[in-house]
């Protein structure tokens, strides 16, 4: 069965699916191109991250197209339903992730609490002639424990963040259009134990967090989760931190929001028109800035080749039973 993986796969993930006797490539085809190669390689089989757009026109131009596969959680650049109509597999990875995401926005959180981006970018060139203006200016941070985290999405991420937070101390509340969840299993030094955590309305969310994390899918006709009217609810000078879509929030609301102190500071790892984002965005001085890396580490990666490959080798399997 050929396989081709044209945003990469973990060395963990392609040798099992080598050993299972697929025949796996690489290297990536530039969207232009992409369908031309699917042809001509007869590809059965395409796994991908969030830089390969399969939409319609790869669809329609890939009858030999049998399986799309998302490493990672969102299938924003998958057209999911068209396949579906089409005959076509999808499938994903939204487990695998999980803790990356979460770390990652723990990370954005302690540096806007302490005011660590703005020290990194100054430190290089400044350190050595502004060193007491900076201890000054960047000595009055705040700390983590005993503040509240608002989780809008409480899902896998949505979870782990949480535990994360109540690890630090954090009073976590969580709205969600589904989940009911009344309590978290966690691990403390190897002791497993269960804290309970509480959902609320929206509307109490905004009102009071003093830090507010997304996690949700984007809407279906990419209208934001936070726009200008939730951010009119929320506490004066909280933090927020968007490792979800970039979607999610109104840029330009946000950057009001920044303005005026509504927001004191921002987390930021996705962006509406990646991978040119917003240079007004970008350039507000109370960001901290990563260029979409949730779930970009290795031990992600190599949990998201493992689940692809054992995915692959399930559906090839039940293919082979549906054929008799």
């Known amino acids: 069965m050929r ?11 392609k040798a099992l699916m080598v050993q299972e006797e697929f025949n796996v490539t690489t ?5 232009e191109k992409l369908a031309d190669f699917l042809n001509a390689q007869k590809v059965d089989a395409l796994l991908v991250r969030s830089a390969t757009k399969v939409g319609k026109d790869i669809l329609d131009a890939c009858p030999h197209l049998r399986l799309v596969g998302r490493g990672g959680v969102g299938m924003d650049n998958i057209d999911v339903a068209y396949a579906k109509q089409k005959g076509v597999r999808v499938v994903n990875t939204p487990a695998s992730s999980s803790i990356s995401v979460a770390e990652l926005v723990m990370a954005h959180l302690f540096s806007l609490t302490r005011d660590l981006y703005k020290a990194n970018r100054r430190m290089p060139g400044e350190g050595a002639t502004a060193f007491k203006e900076m201890k000054k200016a960047y000595g009055n941070g705040a700390e983590l424990r005993g503040k ?17 937070a109540i690890g630090a101390g954090m009073k976590v509340i969580y709205t969600d259009r589904h989940a009911t969840v009344d309590h978290l ?8 134990f269960s804290v309970g955590i509480k959902m609320v309305p929206m509307e109490e969310l905004l009102d009071k967090s003093d830090a507010i994390t997304l996690h949700v899918p984007s809407n279906p006709d990419n209208s934001p989760v ?29 950057i009001k929001a920044l303005k005026d102190g509504t927001v004191k500071a921002a987390g930021i790892d996705v962006f509406r028109n990646e991978p040119t984002p917003n240079t007004e965005l970008l350039a507000q001085p109370n960001v901290s800035l990563s260029p979409h890396i949730g779930a970009a580490t290795a031990e992600a990666q190599d949990r998201i080749g493992i689940e692809l490959a054992e995915l692959l080798i399930a559906w090839r399997d039940e293919v082979t039973v549906d054929r008799g």
């Open 226 to 254: 936070l726009g200008a009217k939730e951010f009119a609810q929320m506490k004066r000078g909280m933090l927020l931190v968007n490792t979800a879509r970039g979607t999610s929030v109104d840029e330009q609301a946000l």
């Open 3 to 13: 396989v081709h993986a044209n945003d990469g796969i973990s060395a963990e993930g």
């Open 27 to 31: 290297e990536h085809v530039p969207q």
């Open 185 to 192: 299993d966690m691990e403390f030094n190897g002791i497993p």
């Open 148 to 164: 509240t985290l608002g989780v809008i999405g409480f899902g896998r991420i949505g979870g782990w963040v949480a535990r994360y």
